[in-house]
């Protein structure tokens, strides 16, 4: 007997939830009374391409510590990014530290007009067309990101209902274009045969008294 193939037995990776990218990866030094301390800092971003973005910043002992803690950190900060005419609804502008960031709405085909991280945010929360510009004094792709998600955080309450407005009113007219398609449908003729009359048969004639009483004297 042959060994049994075991490669048939692997089972498909499920895909994951969201798409990640590592933004910044550095080593850090922390200098104490005993010496110094070598560690990594990692900072990630994950999105779903579907309105959801996070990202998150954190220390590990080696690369691989730093990126899972990351990760971890940053679905516990996932914002919801809401789109309207498949763009952002109006235009943000967000300061953290020295990182100033400025997120306008673009047209139909444009596509993501930014560079550096505010571009892989937006990438990840799967805004199909904007135009961001860093406009702080820094570099600090943590400063940065930080201040894209102040921006995307800024969106008003009533941007936001009128985003969903648009939806409901999109999937109410599907329903209604479906209806109306089930019902223009030719309907099939279901009728039935006509069933054929029954001749019910004529009453017996009931016979006299008077035949009646000889027809019983006949018999005896």
Request: hydrophobic share 35%; aromatic share 4%.
């Amino acid at each position: 007997m042959g060994k049994p193939n075991r490669r048939n037995k692997r089972q498909p990776k499920e895909k994951p939830e969201f798409d990640q990218t590592i933004a910044d990866l550095a080593r850090v030094t922390r200098v104490t009374k005993g010496g110094k301390h070598l560690s990594f800092r990692a900072l990630v971003l994950i999105g779903d391409r579907k309105g959801r973005v996070g990202y998150g910043v954190q220390k590990g002992a080696d690369v691989q510590i730093a990126v899972d803690k990351a990760v971890r950190q940053a679905k516990k900060n996932i914002i919801n990014v809401p789109f309207d005419n498949e763009t952002i609804p109006h235009a943000v502008q967000a300061k953290y530290k020295a990182g100033k960031v400025l997120i306008k709405p673009a047209p139909q085909g444009s596509g993501i007009i930014a560079g550096s991280v505010i571009r892989s945010v937006l990438e990840l929360a799967g805004v199909p067309n904007a135009s961001a510009k860093m406009m702080g004094k820094t570099n600090n792709k943590i400063a940065n990101v930080k201040a894209t998600f102040e921006a995307l955080c800024l969106f008003k309450q009533e941007a936001v209902n009128r985003v969903q407005k648009n939806r409901d009113m999109q999937k109410k007219n599907k329903i209604e274009k479906v209806d109306v398609k089930k019902k223009e449908a030719p309907k099939k003729d279901d009728k039935k045969a006509p069933k054929k009359a029954v001749k019910k048969a004529a009453p017996k004639k009931a016979e006299s008294a008077p035949a009646k009483i000889k027809a019983d004297e006949g018999k005896k």
